[in-house]
């Protein structure tokens, strides 16, 4: 090839790459500007972004992670790795669990749903403790159900069982008509969301005489509740117990990732808007930091993970590699245009981060240069992603993206049903 010939190839390369990257997400300048005004002394620059190295997912001391075969004791590491340094020790299953129907109303939702609320009773030694599941089932489905089950961090008006109260938050009518079971429990009756009055839920009930081996703090908390709730589905005839996601937004959105990471019943896991301490990159400058998290919330993480507030490059994890221990199952992470506190560009990269570990199943990679443009969901392999126009919440959007994705890696609910007669 003549020179010139070679230089216009090269041009034509590099502008393909950066067209390509054009057409992906871009903060837009009037939210960077809103961004540092409601939330001064923080990064909302992409051009301030200082260069960071990942810790490998898949580098053991002596070796890499060649295989699926070779992965559970590198899994095991990284959740230990998680548990010592940033969400604590949880205690496991209580000794006994008990559930009890309070309500159930084949009839819901003029006919379209069955209602169960359910209370969980989980028993340690001689304490117990409460909290209720509110259950939707779709009537027209025949056999059992997928089910999503929210860790809902909003008021309890959010996810009213008598559906007096509708919220997008939780649009149970729009996720039942798609064919699938909602469920929901209110976080607070778990841990109280308050530094001061966290221990007050269900850590209360593993405290011997002012000494625990659990440093759990309540994100992990929250994600033993989703535990105990899928003790019970897993009771329930009416739900398809190796289909239930987990999904949570924001904190909630943390503690649904956690809640995944620690208990691999869940065949998906759902993060909305989950930033700081959920899907985003820890190592990343840009809106929330550790320093700030940890200051703000000192209750959700357990103590050690504050050592590191000024040395997040010490951190022997990073985000990316909670993503990862979700794999082989199903992960979807969603962002909002204008929630740059929870760095949208940061929970993307995490996710494109975690690609080697989906590939040892056989995924494509999600690249760093693939973040798609807004309201384009991407779907590869067995995760998803969408970023949405509008800010930090969890809206029927998010909702209808979540049930295409379950469609898509559980296959449609029509399908399943007709080849479940079979
Ligand atoms: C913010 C916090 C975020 C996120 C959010 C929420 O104040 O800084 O990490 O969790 O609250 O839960 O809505």
């Known amino acids: 090839m003549k020179r010139t010939h070679l230089i216009a190839a090269l041009i034509v390369a590099v502008g393909g790459m950066t067209a390509a990257q054009g057409k992906g997400w871009q903060a837009r300048p009037e939210v960077v500007a809103q961004a540092a005004k409601q939330q001064p002394g923080f990064n909302y620059d992409e051009s301030r972004v200082e260069s960071y190295t990942l810790p490998d997912p898949l580098a053991q001391k002596n070796s890499t992670v060649k295989s699926a075969l070779m992965w559970p004791p590198r899994r095991a590491e990284i959740l230990d790795l998680f548990r010592t340094n940033v969400y604590g020790r949880s205690p496991g299953k209580p000794e006994s669990v008990a559930f009890a129907v309070v309500e159930e ?11 169960r609320r359910v209370a969980i009773t989980s028993r340690q030694g001689a304490k117990t403790h409460r909290f209720e599941l509110t259950l939707f089932l779709p009537n ?32 149970a009518e729009q996720v039942i008509a798609r ?5 929901a429990f209110h976080y607070a009756e778990l841990a109280p969301d308050e530094a001061k009055t966290y221990r ?11 000494s625990t081996p659990y440093t759990w703090g309540a994100l992990a908390a929250w994600g033993w509740g989703a535990s105990r709730a899928m003790d019970y589905l897993e009771t329930d005839p009416r739900v398809d117990k190796a289909h239930v996601a987990v999904v949570g937004h924001s904190r909630g959105g943390k503690a649904a990732l956690w809640a995944g990471a620690e208990d691999e019943r869940f065949a998906m896991v759902v993060s909305n808007d989950s930033g700081e301490g959920g899907a985003a990159l820890s190592r990343r400058n840009f809106g929330e930091t550790i320093e700030r998290i940890n200051t703000s919330f000192p209750h959700w993480f357990t103590t050690t993970y504050k050592t590191f507030n000024a040395r997040v490059a010490q951190l022997p994890v990073d985000q990316h ?19 740059l506190w929870a760095d949208p560009r940061g929970e993307f990269l995490s996710l494109a981060a975690s690609s080697p570990v989906f590939a040892l199943w056989g995924d494509a990679p999600i690249r760093p240069a693939d973040m798609p443009a807004v309201d384009a969901p991407l779907i590869v392999g067995r995760r998803g992603y969408h970023i949405r126009t509008g800010g930090h919440n969890l809206t029927p959007y998010d909702w209808e993206r979540y049930a295409d994705f379950a469609d898509r890696v559980w296959k449609a609910p029509a399908a399943r049903a007709s080849s479940e007669k079979r």
Not at 321 to 339: F, G, N
């Open 105 to 115: 109303n084949p009839k819901a939702m003029d006919g379209a749903s069955t209602l």
């Open 140 to 171: 027209k489905r025949p056999g059992a159900a997928p089910v999503f089950l929210l860790i809902n961090n909003r008021p309890p008006s959010n996810t009213d069982p008598t559906r007096k109260e509708k919220s997008g938050f939780w649009p």
């Open 179 to 183: 064919g699938y079971g909602i469920g």
């Open 200 to 210: 007050d839920g269900v850590m209360k009930f593993y405290d011997e005489s002012g």
């Open 321 to 339: 590699m909670l993503l990862s221990l979700v794999a082989p199952r199903a992960l979807y992470v969603a962002s909002a245009d204008e929630d």
